[in-house]
């Protein structure tokens, strides 16, 4: 199995970046599309952004703009740059992976292997 670690949140005031990681070790990233989701407390896990396993990056809309996802195939992780950060990006970031094809990758039915959560805070 995939085994995937994010690092790189924190808390910051609204309008500052952060950069998220999550490296992703027992696999090549390559052969899977991987993807950030999003969780905020009381609400439902959300699709944010991927990189497919063919390297298409697919980026929710009201992020677009601001998030940027990319992978980086020497270091073998997918990262996620925020800019701009508001206060309803709160949440946890999660990193998950699928070697499914053909889907939506929107889904987080589709994933069976998830990192453990890492927490973005923006105040103000």
């Known amino acids: 199995q995939v085994h995937l670690v994010e690092s790189g949140g924190g808390l910051v005031q609204a309008g500052d970046s952060l950069r998220l990681s999550c490296a992703a070790s027992?696999?090549?990233?390559?052969?899977?599309?991987m993807t950030w989701f999003r969780q905020a407390p009381g609400k439902e896990r959300e699709f944010v952004a991927s990189?497919?396993?063919?390297?298409?990056?697919v980026t929710r809309d009201l992020v677009k703009g601001r998030f940027l996802v990319s992978r980086d195939m020497a270091k073998n992780t997918l990262d996620l740059q925020m800019n701009a950060l508001d206060v309803d990006d709160t949440a946890v970031y999660f990193c998950?992976?699928?070697?499914?094809?053909?889907?939506?990758?929107?889904?987080?039915?589709?994933?069976?292997?998830w990192g453990q959560g890492i927490q973005v805070t923006v105040s103000s």
């Open positions: 027992g696999a090549n990233i390559a052969d899977y599309t």
């Open positions: 990189v497919t396993w063919t390297g298409t990056k």
């Open positions: 998950a992976a699928t070697d499914l094809r053909g889907i939506t990758y929107a889904s987080a039915r589709d994933y069976k292997a």
